[in-house]
């Protein structure tokens, strides 16, 4: 008792809540409420101690109410908010509040508890003696509100008696729909009872519940961004919040569980208007799109040929993209460009961005020993690719092992689809058609251009032999993707990525297939010197195009970045255990390899996203966008829930 | 005449097919088994969609030869379950075939064949039944139903074996074997203290029902489980506070009878509520506030909708069937609601338009509607507060005084129960219910077979004759008539005689009242006090009894009739002396009344009294431990002193 007294004597209304209790809450209110995104909307936790009226009293970590006015008339109603508004994306948000007591014989009880009077001195509030102060009728009434209420509505009032404000008075049973005068609603509520308040931000209702039993609607068309709100109007009464921090006494999740069932069933039920199988064919152009942009060139002709229809792609550009893609997913990224260049002549030189960001990851992976650049000074021993962190035992038996798909999947969710498309396009847009192309914008520096073009005969002649072997090996990896394919795509949200790792992990074994021993020290470029020379040289190439792109299109606070990040690497001995780290990860190629893929799509006049991904992100989006406006239905159709 | 010219044509036709079908039949007499088979597979194939070969068979003799071979243990499985197949084939017909089929006790040899190992051929059977009772000409009764029936069913297993069903992956099975169960249920507690304890896959059935509750569950499923749970509930299986009837079979129920669910469900789901509340008064006042059920009942009123009858003819149909039903389940779940708590009679009265309702209700001619609007009545007139508004305003006796004339017993019953407590003293409608013939209507339910009616009526007597004027007194007697009022004091059940026994005792009040009714009739009652005193009795009859004597003792020439019979003053003296203190104090009251001074030859009486060695008693119940006895004997001493 001593010891909470001085609790609430230091910590006043913010008294901090054990952490174990924090965490238990966190836990309940991320499974009732898994759609909101709590970074975006904070789900209320407690009382507010800064948006109450001063009458108003909060302890035990802002969860319980007192008041500690005169409650002489209705002038005397103080109000407190909750610290946040209910956000639309908990589809329905539920909160309980028990009447600890209804005041006066109460007010006895905080004159005697030594907690409560200490927190009454902190105030310098020292509270009167029971009557004659207060008039015998005004305690007889009992005045304690309910409900829900926008920000700014006056806190000297009860809820509901105001316009955007809702409440439930406990002594006549009556809900007050702001306005001054009540509706006859339900039963009266006192001392022990536990009066919960249900907002269905789906239909915008609101109802109330009674020791675990549902009162009926109270209120219709409720407008957003409602706060849980409880007033009181008598000296002595208190009342404790439960945003989640104990288990409800009414069954909320059973409500829950009725309309997550009656909004699946309209998904379910909603018209297609199929016209002679449109819908149909819909969905396979959606498999076969999906399946060509990833170059799964075997399993889209063998889909292409039982569903009867036709790609639209021709093979030998799905397998030049394939190849490519292999190359930067492989870490050679300098093979890449070759190719790309020899393939789509003029397709980087109209992207200067990608060019340039291709070239940021050509030095990483020169870094990493994995460029060809450096590659071929290391007389094929680059080794350091055995240690990735992540990657397979090099086995056989790899073809089967689903469970490490899944983990190294999940081990970058964030790295969704929907955003890297959206980061991609906004650069694109940001420099829009480039119309002079790079080997003329950079003829103001000879140097440079001197050094970038000894710098791809060399490449093209050193990698001349490598990458005829990686063609002729490309078929037979065809054929085991499209055997494995279906298992990285139903698993997670993250499907472009696993796709990604899952090629990654072919092209590894491939490579390393014809290395007997591996060496489990990571070193710079392999630990060549020449290597090492080679990327330096490279470096600064690297600087001076970034250079030359400052000048012609402006800053680019990305490039910037992007070269700081890199050049970072040099800084330290061990450049795998830096905190810029992280860019030698192999799953880092994969957005470039995406880029790249996009950029060449699109070259092709073909779409550079694929349907599916696409129809994905909207959907994905559009659940985003509905809790941002308010429609809670949002929360019981998750995209997730049908991605299993 | 058209008769006559249809009778050779009719067979005509039948003599052309009948040399092919009768091929079939003769095959079935083959003696060699297989063959036998081989007719009966070909026979299947012959009739199949083909009504008129299955009317030739059925009238060439097929069924009984089928049925023998059917039930012949000598016959192979095969063939036995070919038979049944084929039997199954000619049920699937033309009402007639079933009729010929029943007619040849074909269920009993289907549910014989039940009995076999054979799941194949049980299937068939099975197939064959449902085939036969899904007709309309099939009478139910050859169907279990009923509480025999459901002991039959329950003492072969058939909880056990159901129990597992609920947990089938199959919604269909999950579906009949809770229908199965809440048949079972219904009524019975021998089953339902089974259901409580019986557990599938380590869980109890009524853990299984409650998750069947769930919202997001089929409203079918979630209303088939409420009723297990209820008749469980009921059955006093699971205590009405349990938190599996307060807070998800009953808040289930209330949501069927929403305006969301179909008209079916929400007759069903008010029907069972109200049998789930009737006789708990918490469960009634939970029900009461929860979603507003209430006003939501007022909805069952308001079919056909005028917006159905303009926008849909199916809709009207549809409403029109159901709106008696409607009707009837909102009027039953209100006399519920109010059996027992005043404020929820308030709230149902202030109900829009309640007591209208329940007036056109009792004039409806469905009679379960006439019947549930009078239970309902019966609930709400348990309020003295609405029987002195409310009723008053609304006149609901005019339409009471009717439904009383020629109707059922069963309505009679509910009915006669609520003009009791409309006849209540304080009830203002008692007058104009006596000026409307109640007398003689109760006196003639006192004549009744049906022993609820014969208490009901002379129950009402009873409460009109409490402190009623002497001409009312009067009526009562003369509509009664001696011989009746004699009759009802030796029915042989107690609930009448007791009402007899008490209308007695209200006919009997204020001296003028006393003195008048042992003029007339003082003969007669002492002999029938006489009787009763005398009988095997239990202690309320006799208490009773000689609360009646203490009320002639009070009278002025009254006085005479006991004072006069010796046989009746031994009697009391006995019971003074009683073991039973109620008894005592009923008996003392009788002396009080003799022997009181200031009246007209109390000192005769003391003296005959004090003769018959009442004194001496008075004196011994002074000394007593029970206070009231003490009180009384010293009170009648003190008459004797003065």
Redesign the interface.
Known sequence: MAEAGAGSLHGGDAAPPSPPREQELSRRLRRLYPAVNQDETPLPRSWSPKDKYNYIGLSQGNLRVHYKGHGKNHKDAASVRATHPIPAACGIYYFEVKIVSKGRDGCCEILHSKEETFQERVFGFVFSPLPPAIPECLLEKRYMGIGLSAQGVNMNRLPGWDKHSYGYHGDDGHSFCSSGTGQPYGPTFTTGDVIGCCVNLINNTCFYTKNGHSLGIAFTDLPANLYPTVGLQTPGEIVDANFGQQPFVFDIEDYMREWRAKIQSTIKRFPIGDRLGEWQAMLQNMVSSYLVHHGYCSTATAFARVTDTTIQEEQTSIKNRQRIQKLVLAGRVGEAIEATQQLYPGLLEHNPNLLFMLKCRQFVEMVNGTDSEVRCFGARSPRSQDSYPGSPSLSPRHGSNNSHLHSTGADSPTCSNGVMSTKSKQSHSKYPTLSSSSSSSSSSSPSSVNYSESNSTDSTKSQQHSSTSNQETSDSEMEMEAEHYPNGVLENSSTRIMNGTYKHEEILQTDESSMEDSCPQRQLCGGNHAATERMIQFGRELQMLSEQLCREYGKNTMHKKMLQDAFSLLAYSDPWNCPVGQQLDPIQREPVCAALNSAILESQNLPKQPPLMLALGQASECLRLMARVGLGSCSFARVDDYLH | MACVLEAPLRMSVLSEVTASSRHYVDRLFDLDPQKVLQGVIDMKNAVIGNNKQKANLIVLGAVPRLLYLLQQETSSTELRTECAVVLGSLAMGTENNVKSLLDCHIITALLQGLLSPDLKFIEACLRCLRTIFISPVTPEDLLYTGPDHQTILFNHGAVQNIAHLLVSTSYKVQMQALKCFSVLAFENPQVSMTLVNVSVDGELLPQIFVKML???KPIEMQLTSAKCLTSMCRAGAIRTDDSCI???TL?CLVRMCSKERLLEERVEGAETLAYLIETDVELQR?AS????LIV?LADYFKYPSSVSAITDIKRLDHDLKHAHELRQAAFKLYASLGANDEDIRKKIIETENMMDRIVNGLSESSIKVRLAAVRCLHSLSRSVQQLRTSFQDHAVWKPLMKVLQNAPNEILVVASSTLCNLLLEFSPSKEPILESGAIELLCSLTQSENLALRVNGIWALMNMAFQAEQKIKSDILRGLSTEQLFQLLSDSDVNVLMKTLGLLRNLLSTRPHIDHIMSTHGKQIMQAVTLILEGEHNIEVKEQTLCILANIADGTTAKELIMTNDDILQKIKYYMSHSNAKLQLAAMFCISNLIWNEEEGSQERQDKLRDMGIVDILHKLSQSSDPNLCDKAKTALQQYLA
């Open positions: 769930q919202r997001d307060v807070l998800k808040p939970t506030i929860t979603d507003h939501m």
